[in-house]
C-alpha cells in the first residue's frame, strides 16, 4: 500500500508530529509466530506531511509478512523517509515480550543541512 502525503501548511516552522500505532503485527520469520509491537514516528516535516490512513494501511499490510523487528523498523523509516522527506525523522518499534525478552528498535534519519 504505497504512502500518501499532503502539503505541510507551516513548512517555515519547525515543529514535531509524533504518531503512534499501538497495533503493529508481523510475522517471524524464522517460528512463523506472530510479532506485536507499538511503532512510534516522531518527524519534523518539510514540504508535505504523512497521511494518516496511508499509513494505517501501510502498517497493517505488515500483518502476513515475515519479517524480523530491526528490518520492519528500518524499512518502515526508509519508506518514510522516501515518501515526505522530512527534516528529522525516528522511527522505534516496542515489540512484547516473547520467551522473556522484549525488545526496542530505533532507527533514526536526519536530512543534510543545506550548504
Request: charged content about 25%; overall charge negative.
Amino acid at each position: 500500500m504505497p504512502l500518501e502525503t499532503f502539503p505541510n501548511q507551516f513548512p517555515d516552522r519547525e515543529y514535531e508530529i509524533e504518531i503512534v500505532c499501538p497495533e503493529f503485527t508481523a510475522v517471524c520469520p524464522k517460528t512463523g509466530q506472530p510479532d506485536f509491537g507499538t511503532i512510534t514516528i516522531q518527524y519534523v516535516p518539510d514540504r508535505t506531511c504523512v497521511e494518516l490512513k496511508s499509513l494505517k494501511l501501510y502498517l497493517q499490510d505488515y500483518r502476513d509478512r515475515g519479517i524480523y523487528y530491526e528490518h520492519s523498523i528500518n524499512v518502515i523509516l526508509d519508506d518514510l523517509v522516501s515518501a515526505c522527506r522530512p527534516r528529522r525523522m525516528v522511527v522505534v518499534g516496542q515489540f512484547t515480550p516473547r520467551g522473556g525478552i522484549s525488545s526496542r528498535i530505533t532507527a533514526r534519519f536526519q536530512a543534510e543541512s543545506p550548504l
